[in-house]
C-alpha cells in the first residue's frame, strides 16, 4: 500500500462550478495546489479570468469557462469545452447557488421557486449526468455538492432554499448508490455559516450574528478554506471509502 499523500490530485481534472469567489474559489485553490487542473467557472467571464490569471501565477494549471448553471446549454459548453482542453474530468464540484428571495415562503412566487430549483438542483444533477460518462471511461470519478445545514433542518427565511438544498442532499444519495458500481463517488457537504459574500447579510448583522455564534460549540464563523479540506478529502484516495455521505463543517451548530 502506497500511504505516500493520499490527497494527491495530480493528474486530474476539476471543474468547479461558482469558483469566482468563496467556498467555489477556495476548493479551487486547493485542488490546484494538490496538482490538479481546475476549471474556474462561475457567470461572469471577467471574474473567472481573474481567478484562473491569479491561480496561474502560483503554478496551478488554471482554465476559465464562464457558466450559467440555470442554462442548461451553457452547462452542455461547459463540459465539452472541459474535454476539448484536457480530455478528461475527474471530479465536478456543484458549488454555484442562487437565493433571490429572503422572507415567507407564502410570498414565494413560481419564478423564484423555478429559479432556485434551476440553480441548486437541476444544474447539478444535469452537470453530473454530463460527466458520468467520461468518469465511467476513466475507471472512476468523484461528484461533491455543495450543500447546506439549511438542508438538514429548516432556516427561517430561506425557506426554498432549504427546499433545494434538501432535494440536493437526496440527489447525492441517489446518484451515490447507483453510480457506486462504476466507481463514481458522490457526496455533500453541508456548510455552516461560513463568511462569504452569501452570507453577509448575516454575518454583517450584529444581532443575528451573536446569536448564531452563541448556538455554535466553536465560537466563530467559517472561513472557505475551512470548507476547502473537506472537499480534499472527498475529492482525493484519502476519502476513498467514503460516498452518499451528508457531511456538516459548521462549527458545531447543529448539534
Ligand atoms: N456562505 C455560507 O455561509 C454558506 C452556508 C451554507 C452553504 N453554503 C453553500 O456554499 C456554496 C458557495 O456559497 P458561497 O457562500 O461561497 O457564495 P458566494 O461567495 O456568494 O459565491 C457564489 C459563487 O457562485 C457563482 N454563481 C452565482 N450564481 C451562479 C449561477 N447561476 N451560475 C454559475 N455560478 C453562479 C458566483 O459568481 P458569479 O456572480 O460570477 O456568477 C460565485 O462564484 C453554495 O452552494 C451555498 O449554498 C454557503
Known amino acids: 500500500m502506497n500511504n505516500n499523500n493520499r490527497y494527491d490530485l495530480t493528474g486530474k481534472v476539476a471543474i468547479i462550478t461558482g469558483a469566482s469567489k468563496g467556498i467555489g474559489e477556495a476548493i479551487a485553490y486547493r485542488m490546484g495546489k494538490a496538482g490538479a487542473k481546475i476549471i474556474i467557472s462561475s457567470r461572469k467571464q471577467d471574474a473567472v479570468d481573474i481567478v484562473a490569471q491569479n491561480f496561474k501565477a502560483e503554478g496551478i494549471d488554471a482554465t476559465a469557462i464562464a457558466c450559467h448553471v440555470g442554462d442548461m446549454a451553457q452547462n452542455d459548453n461547459l463540459v465539452q469545452k472541459t474535454i476539448e482542453i484536457y480530455g478528461r474530468v475527474d471530479i465536478l464540484v456543484n458549488n454555484a447557488v442562487t437565493n433571490p428571495i429572503f422572507g415567507a415562503t407564502l410570498q414565494a ?3 423564484a421557486f423555478d429559479k432556485i430549483m434551476d440553480v441548486n438542483v437541476k444544474a447539478p444533477f444535469y452537470l453530473s449526468k454530463l460527466v458520468q460518462p467520461y468518469m465511467v471511461k476513466n475507471g472512476g ?3 461533491i ?3 447546506s445545514v439549511a438542508g438538514l433542518t429548516p432556516d427561517m427565511g430561506l425557506g426554498l432554499y432549504s427546499v433545494s438544498k434538501a432535494s440536493l442532499n437526496m440527489l447525492t444519495k441517489v446518484l451515490a448508490k447507483e453510480w457506486g458500481s ?3 463517488r458522490v457526496n455533500s457537504i453541508c456548510p455552516g455559516v461560513i463568511k462569504t459574500k452569501l452570507s453577509e447579510a448575516i ?3 450584529e444581532h443575528i450574528a451573536k446569536e448564531l455564534i452563541n448556538k455554535q460549540a466553536l465560537k466563530h464563523f467559517g472561513e472557505p478554506d475551512d470548507i476547502a479540506g473537506l472537499a480534499m478529502l472527498l475529492a482525493s484516495d484519502a476519502g476513498s471509502y467514503i460516498t ?3 457531511l456538516t463543517a459548521d462549527g458545531g451548530l447543529t448539534i
Do not use: M
Open 182 to 184: 462504476v466507481n463514481i
Open 244 to 246: 452518499g455521505a451528508i
Open 141 to 143: 470519478g468523484n461528484i
Open 109 to 111: 412566487d413560481l419564478g
Open 203 to 205: 454575518t454583517s448583522n
Open 145 to 147: 455538492n455543495i450543500s
